[in-house]
């Protein structure tokens, strides 16, 4: 797997905190073990710290190199229950609330890396994607320059039969249920950055809709249409073509005769479906039988690094989702200039 090999060297070129909150899962301590002895990332275990090396002990694991922030005994605790606090205060929170909600592992490894003491997050192997993608959002917060948080698959399509070959991003095919054209927009402007970090390569976007340049007329086609525009309006030099059926984003003969004036020429590494519906089912499509590897969903348009996992993922998925959390943490930062 070529683009994820190049995801993993990535993060071994420069590793950061990632904070873990579910550090007494099996899966998440071998993941974290993994990544911390090739070197990917610096992990920090959020939680009881002598149930974390308890079952490190039971699964005969060495925590070397691994830091810890037990919310019992942490002596910064009071700061993270401040800092929730004020963050949260006009809604009603107290601040015996917010110390409360602080020592929560999941709260506690997101007001982390809201404080500059993480660079990302990665949870969801116990708790449920609505409690990972919440708290997220209120405590790390969206990104102002995309103002929604929106979900993508990093698709690998490496086996020999794959006449495709590489990766691709699949957007919005887990959180965004119906996105109206604006919605629409920030999605493929939060995939675009995503192919950027992650592919490391331009993006070359596809809008997706049953209608090539206009072949339909309907409302759903009128959506694409202005969510692609209003993309051009804000990024005009961003490589997309929307409306476009899925021949004619990734088949290069079809392209030239279906839209001879594409910028994307049928090489498109980001598709943008119109709705979760079709993202889903377009997904599972190339996963079950397309043979392609699908990893995620992964959350982007967050002002810092923060990922779900399926809470049926395995040791070897959390190992993907902390390097790809690493990458996303390194676009992240400040660029110097």
Do not use: W
């Not at 070959?165 to 919605?183: M, N, R, T, W, Y």
């Not at 206009?214 to 993309?231: C, F, I, L, P, W």
């Amino acid at each position: 797997m070529k683009a994820l090999h190049r995801i993993m060297d990535r993060a071994r070129e420069a590793p950061v905190r990632i904070a873990m909150s579910e550090a007494q899962d099996p899966r998440i301590l071998a993941a974290a073990v993994r990544a911390t002895r090739e070197g990917m990332a610096r992990i920090i275990m959020v939680g009881d710290r002598a149930g974390i090396t308890e079952t490190a002990r039971t699964e005969g694991l060495k925590l070397t190199g691994i830091d810890f922030h037990d919310p019992a005994h942490a002596s910064n605790q009071r700061e993270l229950a401040q800092a929730l606090y004020e963050l949260r205060r006009h809604k009603g929170l107290t601040m015996a609330q917010a110390e409360a909600s602080a020592r929560d592992p999941l709260v506690c490894a997101n007001l982390l890396v809201r404080l500059g003491l993480a660079e990302g997050t990665v949870s969801g192997a116990v708790r449920t994607s609505a409690d990972v993608v919440r708290t997220a959002i209120q405590v790390i917060g969206v990104n102002p320059d995309i103002e929604l948080v929106s979900s993508f698959f990093l698709m690998m399509l490496c086996e020999p039969f794959h006449s495709l070959k590489g990766g691709l991003i699949f957007s919005d095919c887990g959180l965004v249920v119906d996105p109206d054209a604006e919605a629409l927009s920030e999605i493929a402007l939060a995939a675009a950055d995503s192919a950027s970090s992650l592919l490391m390569e331009e993006p070359r976007v596809a809008m997706l809709s049953f209608s090539t340049d206009g072949s339909a007329k309907h409302a759903a086609v009128d959506k694409v249409v202005a969510a692609t525009n209003r993309v051009k309006a804000r990024r005009p030099g961003l490589c997309i073509d929307g409306d476009v059926q899925l021949d004619a984003a990734i088949v290069a003969h079809i392209a030239s005769r279906k839209l001879p004036e594409s910028r994307v020429k049928g090489r498109a590494n980001v598709l943008i479906f119109p709705s979760l519906e079709a993202g889903n089912i377009g997904y599972k499509l190339a996963e079950r039988i397309g043979g392609a590897v699908a990893i995620g969903p992964l959350l982007q348009g967050l002002a810092k690094p923060a990922n779900d996992l399926s809470r049926g993922c395995s040791s070897e998925d959390v190992f993907h989702v902390i390097a790809v959390t690493v990458v996303q943490a390194g676009s992240h930062a400040p660029q110097p200039g």
